[in-house]
């Protein structure tokens, strides 16, 4: 089971930090990320990091901006969002999979509940 958190109102150009807290002693097997949804869109991939956390992976828009982490022993998924702009308004998902990295919803197994995460301009 996932648990996001830490969602919540910003303005733009502003940072937030969303986590994720997995339930049980396997999060070190699997790669985690996230995912958001915007108002009357898709929903799309944002971010991911690998079971052991070398490698991450982002969407293009938020590169530069965004930085995944992750923390084993804690079982938990940090997004930190910085420099937001108000097209990252969406809910935000976390993710979590057994392939090398989630970056397309086919390879997802775990969704979490979402968290909002709205950016005024």
């Known amino acids: 089971q996932l648990q996001a958190s830490g969602g919540g109102l910003v303005q733009a150009g502003g940072s937030l930090r969303v986590s994720c807290t997995a339930s049980?002693?396997?999060?070190?097997?699997?790669?985690v990320g996230w995912f958001r949804q915007a108002p009357g869109k898709e929903r799309e991939f944002v971010a991911t990091?690998?079971?052991?956390?070398?490698?991450?992976y982002y969407t293009d828009s938020v590169k530069g901006r965004f930085t995944i982490s992750r923390d084993n022993a804690k079982t938990t998924v940090y997004l930190q969002m910085n420099s937001l702009k108000p097209e990252d308004t969406a809910v935000y998902y976390c993710?979590?999979?057994?392939?090398?990295?989630?970056?397309?919803?086919?390879?997802?197994?775990?969704w979490g509940q979402g968290t909002q995460v709205t950016v005024s301009s």
């Open positions: 049980g002693r396997t999060f070190r097997n699997y790669a």
């Open positions: 993710v979590a999979g057994s392939s090398f990295i989630v970056t397309i919803g086919s390879n997802v197994e775990y």
């Open positions: 990091i690998s079971r052991s956390g070398p490698s991450t």
